[in-house]
């Protein structure tokens, strides 16, 4: 069979012979895939034309609730690729990370729209005060890039390796070229033939190359991405292009890198923590077989605990069953193909030079349900390094398959310094429940680590593990590891965005972002913004409420009430040496009384308020003095209903300014209120 690619609006079957792509578990051929034919100038015009045009229209929340519907559909459709996954010699495990992995990221990423807003595009950060009377001030906003992002994919992941990067791109309103492995790129082809079908992502918006894809970077332009994760050096290579260079084309890089799993010194032999840490190497050795980025390379461990840590990980490895993942006795399965099975050998041959093989055998262990002469698979091999500092091989050589190296350390800056000679790495873990290691070690380890896993007894029970890496946190690493970042919640959304700072009056900047800028034109209107439904506020509404005077019966009555008797509010013998001048209204006082100013009582669209996001008190405010609020609608967030039965709804922030009779302002804070929308329907 030969694998389509998607391009410029339609499925091409690929011309020749094309890339041969082997079932991992009996060695028969699947497929062959091939980019001959693809006019890569064209697929990068039309996604800038008719995919990137499309999703700039939408506004962010439009696109992330885009993603909830996908992350739904592809849900519904799971099974048919945990039967695609089997050829690759991934067991059911190996799928679920790759499979439902995948889809859980969109649904995380879906769930940013809230934050992102209802524009299209983002408001970074606070209004930057730049005149003395603030009528001239700044305000950065992010837009998305006007071009084409190109997703060069590795082998491993043929699932989540996609939908982690179509997340952040996708949301962010930049279409895709998606390039993944030709060794895998059968299971990648199925899923985007769904996802094309659903009709749910714009025309445009995606587009495949199944084949090696030489040249796909040669007509990227300066408002173009790329993405990039497998080899090392692959990814210099292409990196340093001349065209990427010149062009400044953002290229993010993900590489494999010779990642470090530390046992602490206070996780001794019979410990809980040990036990941990042994479970967790084993686990991270075999699962994919080895085959991910974030797989424990380097195992390091108290020299008086060698031995020790050798026999109870050989014992470990020795229960993982090896064959066909259809097997339910089967823990691991076959390596991707032929030509990656020599690989490993060949390094692993190599190292062995130095560092001998003290578990496993190439040659000798037993497949379950496969013929071992067909498939493509290898055992769990452990090696032994016993001069860490000396024979570099180990933080040098990297074995892409189910293959570690065990080596002592004597103190914990020693292990550092192991850990810092893997050059730069994705992730590692320290297993301890002494604070002073695992600080030292976090402190002085973070620079080259993209993310480290503080595991133990207390962490353990729910850690999502060494090689799981989340989408709202970091998933990348400096040096050897790429320097990039693919994952992060927001942060790996910006790097499809452009930053540009906005200058101008407050007023115009207000109605720009559609967030009122502090200083801006207050809109004065007959009626009460709790009075108007969703649809009907407009940035900038404002009620100019009523005045009061506080009193010292105020502040007792108040203290009474909250049990709050601090002795500035209640204690004038005791304010010397403080900034105050005499008793002081409580803060919350203040709030609770501005409140009691701007809120219309009767029942109507606003449903309730549910919190602050922010909330300051910037001067004293004393008996005698007289308040008022400024009541300004200062943001609105659309919400979609949860169900049929839920009462069509939205957010709307409140910026409550409360001034006192001089003008200044005395407390500053933005109030969260869910009203009901006007037609009860669910719009975006």
Known sequence: MKLKN????RWVEHKGYGFEQYNAITGDLISTASSEGLDYEAMTDYARRIGGKALRSMTFYERGFMLKKLALHLDSLKKKYYQISYLSGATKSDSWVDIDGGIGTLFTYASLRRQLGNQRFYVDGDTAKISKNNTFVGQHIMSPKQGVVVHINAFNFPIWGMLEKLSANLIAGVPAIVKPSEITSYL????VEDIIASGIVPEGAIQLDCGKGHGILDTLGSQDLVTFTGSATTGRMLKSLPHIIENSIPFNMEADSLNAAILGEDSAPGTANFDIFIKEVRREMTTKAGQKCTAIRRIMVPENYLEDVQIALGKSLAQTTIGDPANEKVRMGAIVNKSQVDVVRNRVLEMSQKTPIVFGDLDKFEVIGADANKGFFLPPILMLNENPLINTDSHDIECFGPVSTLMPYNGIEEAITLAKMGKGSLVSTIATSNVHIATEYAIEAASYHGRILILNEASAPESTG???PMPQLMHGGPGRAGGGEELGGIGSV?????????????????EITQRYQYGGVYKEKDVHPFRKYFEDLEIGDTVITAKHTITVADIVNFANVSGDNFYAHMDETSLEGTTFEGRVA???????????LF????KGPVLLNYGLDECRFTKPVYP???IGVRFTVKEKVNQEKKSEDDVAKGIVKFLVDVYDETGDTVALATILTMVKKRNQEDEL
């Open 466 to 468: 060494h090689g799981s």
């Open 494 to 510: 910006k790097h499809y965005l452009q930053r540009t700072a906005l200058q101008g009056h407050p007023s115009m900047l207000t």
């Open 6 to 9: 998607y391009a410029e609006g």
């Open 599 to 602: 809120v219309d009582a009767k």
């Open 586 to 596: 409580h803060g919350y006082f203040v709030l609770s009384k501005a409140a009691g």
């Open 188 to 191: 990648t082809q199925a899923m």
């Open 624 to 626: 005698g003095a007289t």
